[in-house]
């Protein structure tokens, strides 16, 4: 995605360059329709090679825009989705900032703001999802266009749970890398080394949290189970002392 944003800002800063640019494009225009036309008209093997050849540049613009609109769209929506999970500690974090309430330092909130954003990326996957698609104007309209691009599917596929997972250790292995190579160092990425350190623990809470998640479903704990459990526990010694106690007035 990086080296087709730079390319579309290179070709854009080009363009400006060129003078009388509005004129060249609707000359070409005219001379494209013109042996379109002709082409059309006489069915020449030459005429047909001609406009080939003058449609070139519309050739390879549309294969620009069919490979680009699916990159595009999915970075778009992969950055929505995580944008939308850390809006939550974001919100928080910046009306604590105006408000002073809890005077935390800043990489505490780093801390807590990466760690949470992460779970939530993860554990409301099908909120964030539902969310995402709701706030994309092109993914919402289920267009013919839409469809033939099979954008929604795309789209879907690339922030699926696993996936982004994915995202999220490979950011954090990333980010490890480099910490602990300037920690060896002696050196830190910010000037403040508690930030580092923030990053890093919240990478490893992320850890210990999918640990938990990872062994729940390994074993049949079930909280409704333990509450059903301990309530006929509770009932059955409560019987017997009550058994107990009538008993004993009978003798």
């Known amino acids: ?25 609707g000359t070409y225009i005219i ?9 059309q008209k006489f069915k020449n093997k030459t005429f047909d090679f001609i406009v080939q050849v003058i449609l070139l540049p519309f050739s390879l613009l549309i294969g620009f825009v069919t490979v680009a609109i699916p990159i595009l769209s999915t970075q778009i929506y ?23 309430i809890t005077g935390l330092k800043e990489e505490t909130w780093i801390y807590l703001i ?13 909120q964030i999802t539902f969310l995402t698609f709701k706030l994309i104007p092109f993914l919402a309209r289920k267009s013919e266009k839409m469809k033939r691009f099979k954008l929604v599917e795309l789209c879907e596929y690339i922030v699926s749970k696993n996936n982004i997972k994915l995202v999220i250790y490979s950011i ?4 490890l890398i480099i910490f602990n190579f300037l920690g060896l160092q002696q050196s830190s990425y910010y000037e403040n080394p508690n930030i580092d350190k923030a990053i890093l623990q919240s990478f490893v809470t992320f850890i210990a949290f999918e640990r938990i998640l990872t062994n729940l479903k390994l074993t049949e704990f079930r909280p409704s ?18 058994d107990k ?3 004993g007035k009978n003798v």
């Open 1 to 25: 995605m990086i080296l087709l944003v730079v390319g579309i800002k290179y070709l854009t800063e080009y363009a400006s360059t060129i003078e009388n640019l509005y004129w060249l494009i």
């Open 31 to 39: 001379v494209c329709i013109i042996f379109y036309q002709l082409n």
């Open 78 to 100: 992969l950055f929505a989705y995580l944008g939308l999970s850390f809006s939550i500690p974001m919100v928080l974090y910046r009306i604590d900032e105006s408000q002073l």
């Open 114 to 126: 990466i760690t949470s954003g992460v779970i939530i990326a993860t554990l409301l996957h099908k």
């Open 172 to 175: 954090f292995f990333i980010v």
């Open 225 to 242: 189970e333990l509450l059903k459990t301990l309530k006929l526990s509770i009932f059955n010694e409560t019987e017997i002392i009550t």
């Open 245 to 247: 106690k009538t008993t």
